[in-house]
């Protein structure tokens, strides 16, 4: 039985799965909750779709990848284990699932080098930054990153939006976490290079330590 069944007569449902944690609806999709299933398809697709057009710019390409991990999923509920982060677990098997098919249609792959449209909650730093600069900050952050080395771009993309941890991200990459902290320095070390003043210090460190929600 749901772990939501005893309280379905007396609440909206589909308010109450969207309110329930990763834990919880992860369980409940493993032992056969469809609106578990759902909630979490729900929650990850767009964060899924996003990270996969930073291997290609073939959007059907990434969606059919996305669609076809969800189906396995749901087949394989049963003989999947618990996961301490949801959204590491998906975040890793679409990547897998992605490359996958990269590998079988490579005239696909074209990497995705602009990250834009960066949000994220409000701290007193990011109101001032956003009062002082504005869109022309955001874009001058955005045009740097393109000029990263791939592997920086990721590693960067990993950790400050879709908030990994050096770990998660060493071993979605197959590389130890003390690499990924050393990747993370030297982006960070690009960046001010192009970019040498005391504001970009002060942006960086509220802009990357935030919670990152969406593009």
């Known amino acids: 039985m749901s772990i939501f069944a005893a309280i379905q007569p007396f609440h909206d449902l589909t308010s109450i799965y969207s309110m329930t944690t990763d834990a919880l609806l992860w369980h409940a999709f493993r032992e056969g909750d469809q609106n578990a299933y759902t909630e979490l398809a729900h929650r990850y697709y767009r964060k899924l779709t996003h990270y996969g057009q930073k291997f290609t710019a073939d959007n059907q390409l990434v969606e059919d990848a996305i669609q076809d991990l969800l189906i396995y999923l749901w087949l394989h509920r049963k003989t999947l284990n618990d996961t301490p982060s949801v959204h590491f677990y998906l975040l890793k098997a679409f990547r897998n699932q992605l490359f996958r098919v990269l590998k079988a249609y490579p005239l696909n792959a074209e990497p995705v080098d602009e990250l834009i449209g960066w949000q994220s909650v409000h701290s007193v730093e990011e109101l001032y930054i956003q009062q002082e ?53 030297r982006a960070l070390l690009n960046l001010r290079e192009r970019w040498p003043n005391a504001l970009l210090s002060l942006s960086l460190h509220s802009l990357f330590y935030s919670s990152f929600i969406t593009f």
């Open 133 to 185: 600069t504005t869109l022309g900050f955001q874009d001058k952050v955005a045009e740097l990153l393109t000029q990263l080395p791939a592997r920086q771009k990721e590693v960067i993309y990993l950790r400050f939006y879709q908030g990994l941890k050096p770990e998660e991200i060493g071993e979605m990459l197959t590389i130890q976490a003390q690499s990924v902290s050393n990747i993370i320095q």
